[in-house]
C-alpha cells in the first residue's frame, strides 16, 4: 500500500531521488504539483515547491536537440579543440555518397562495429597524390573481412574506385587514407543476423605534424599478445594494441614488443619489427602469428638492393630470440605510421651503438623513395 504522503515522506522521497531512477520519475511527476502535503504551512509548502522545482531541475539540463544542431555541435567540437589533423572527406555506404563537413562524419550507434568489435580496417598512405601501396593493403583489408566472417557490400575494383573517389574529393595530396569494413547496422544483438547489409566507410585525414625519424626506445609489452587467429587480421579489436602503447608511454618508451607464445619476437602495437645481426643480415620475424605488414614486405623486396651493393650480406625471415634481437647492431620499427624508425634501446639494453644504423637509414630512404617514384604497382594515382 502507499504510504501517505506527508512532508516527511516527500522529503525521503527527494532524498533517495538521486540514486534510484524509479523516484526519480515520480518526484518529476510530483513537481508538476498534483501533490499536495497533507495540511502544510505556508513556509513549508515552498520549501517543498522549491525543491520540487530543483529536483525537476537537475533533469532538464540536457537539451533535446535537432539533427542540425548536433551536426553544428559535432561540427564545433572539432574546430574547437586544438589538432594537427584534419578530416577532409568521409565515404559512408549508409549515406551512399561522400561528406567534407566534420559535422556530417559520422557512423550508426548500432552499427555491429561499434557494439561488438566486428569490423576490419586498413590504411594506405597518400603521397604527392598518389595511394601508396592500395592493391597490397585492399587484398589484405579483404583477407581481414573473410576472417572476420564479413561479406563486403562491394568486390574489390568497386571498392578501390569509392576509395580513390574519397581522396579525391578530399583534394588532399598528403596524408592518410583508412578505411572500415563492417557488418553494419542492425539491432544492437550479439550475432549480426540482424544487420541488414555490411557497410563500408572511409575517411581521409591531413597530418600538418611534420613526420620524425628520430631513433626511439622499446620495452618488452607485458600485455598479453592476441592469438594468431586474432594477431594475422586487421580487426577493430585493438584494445590489447592501445594497453600495450600505453604502457610504452608509461614507462618512456615509444612502443612495447610483444613476443609470442614460445617467447620469440612478434610485433610492435602498430609496426613490425626487424633487426640487423652482428654478421649483416637483415631479420625479420615471420608473419605466421602476427600482423603481415604491407611496409615490412615491401623492405624485404627493396633490401634486395642493399644485397645487390653489399650493405647487407643477406636477408631472413626466421623466429628471433630476445637474445638475438638485443645483440643486434640495428633494430627498427617498420609501418605506414612510423615507416622505417630506429630503435636505439630495448628495455635496459642499448642496440648497437646507439645510434641510427647505416642500415635502417638506407632502408628507410628506399622505402620514402619508393612512396615518391616506385612503380605503378605500389602506387595509384589520384584523378584530382
Ligand atoms: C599490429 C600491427 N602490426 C603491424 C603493422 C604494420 O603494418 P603496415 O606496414 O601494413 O602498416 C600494423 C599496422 O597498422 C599493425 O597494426
Same mark, same amino acid.
Given at each position: ?11 525521503? #522521497?527527494? !532524498?533517495?531521488?538521486?540514486?534510484? $531512477? ?10 508538476? &504539483?498534483?501533490?499536495? $502535503? ?16 530543483? %529536483? ?32 577532409? /572527406?568521409?565515404?559512408?555506404? @549508409?549515406?551512399?555518397?561522400? @561528406? ?5 562524419? *559520422? ?17 594506405? !598512405? #597518400? ?16 583477407? =581481414? %573481412?573473410?576472417? /572476420? ?42 550475432? $549480426? ?21 628520430? +631513433? ?35 614507462? +618512456? %618508451? ?11 619476437? !612478434? ?7 626487424? &633487426?640487423?645481426?652482428?654478421?649483416? *643480415?637483415?631479420?625479420?620475424?615471420? &608473419?605466421?602469428?602476427?600482423? =603481415? ?26 623466429? *628471433? ?16 605510421? *612510423? ?18 644504423? /647505416?642500415?635502417?637509414? =638506407? ?22
Amino acid at each position: 500500500m502507499a504510504a501517505p504522503l506527508n512532508l516527511q515522506n516527500m522529503q525521503l #522521497i527527494f !532524498a533517495n531521488h538521486q540514486s534510484n $531512477p524509479r523516484i526519480q520519475t515520480t518526484a518529476f511527476h510530483f513537481s508538476q &504539483f498534483r501533490l499536495r $502535503p497533507t495540511s502544510p504551512r505556508r513556509s513549508q509548502f515552498h520549501v517543498i515547491k522549491n525543491s520540487l522545482i530543483e %529536483a525537476s531541475h537537475v533533469y532538464d539540463d540536457v537539451p533535446l536537440l535537432s539533427a542540425s544542431e548536433a551536426i553544428e555541435r559535432l561540427r564545433s567540437s572539432r574546430e574547437s579543440c586544438k589538432r594537427t589533423l584534419r578530416y577532409l /572527406a568521409m565515404y559512408s555506404s @549508409v549515406f551512399g555518397g561522400i @561528406v567534407t563537413d566534420e559535422g556530417a562524419m *559520422v557512423i550508426p550507434m548500432d552499427d555491429h562495429m561499434v557494439h561488438r568489435g566486428h569490423g576490419v580496417f586498413d590504411t594506405a !598512405a #597518400i603521397v604527392d597524390g598518389y595511394l601508396y601501396e592500395l592493391e597490397q593493403h585492399l587484398d589484405r583489408f579483404l583477407g =581481414s %573481412a573473410d576472417k /572476420a566472417k564479413i561479406k563486403p557490400p562491394f568486390d574489390k575494383q568497386t571498392m578501390k574506385r569509392i576509395l580513390v573517389q574519397t581522396v579525391s574529393a578530399s583534394s588532399c595530396r598528403n596524408g592518410s587514407l583508412r578505411y572500415w569494413l563492417s557488418s553494419g547496422p542492425g539491432d544492437f544483438q550479439l550475432s $549480426p543476423s540482424g544487420c541488414h547489409l555490411s557497410t563500408l566507410y572511409a575517411i581521409v585525414i591531413q597530418d600538418q605534424s611534420p613526420p620524425s625519424y628520430k +631513433g626511439i626506445k622499446v620495452i618488452t609489452a607485458s600485455i598479453p599478445i592476441k592469438p594468431p587467429q586474432f594477431a594475422i587480421m586487421k580487426s577493430v579489436n585493438y584494445l590489447p594494441n592501445v594497453l600495450s602503447k600505453m604502457e610504452a608511454e608509461e614507462n +618512456g %618508451a615509444y612502443a612495447a614488443i610483444w613476443l609470442d607464445e614460445q617467447g620469440f619476437v !612478434a610485433e610492435g602495437p602498430n609496426m613490425n619489427v626487424a &633487426f640487423v645481426t652482428q654478421d649483416n *643480415v637483415l631479420l625479420m620475424p615471420p &608473419f605466421d602469428k602476427i600482423l =603481415s605488414g604491407c611496409t615490412a614486405k615491401r623492405v624485404l623486396e627493396l633490401a634486395g638492393d642493399l644485397v645487390k651493393n653489399k650493405k647487407i650480406r643477406g636477408v631472413q625471415v626466421k623466429d *628471433v630470440s630476445v637474445e638475438e634481437g638485443k645483440e643486434a647492431q640495428e633494430m627498427m620499427l617498420i609501418g605506414s605510421g *612510423v615507416v622505417v624508425r630506429p630503435v636505439l634501446q630495448w628495455d635496459d639494453k642499448i642496440i648497437g651503438n646507439g645510434k641510427e644504423g /647505416a642500415v635502417t637509414e =638506407s632502408l628507410r630512404n628506399l622505402i620514402l623513395d619508393d612512396m615518391k617514384s616506385g612503380p605503378s604497382t605500389v602506387r595509384t594515382a589520384i584523378p584530382y
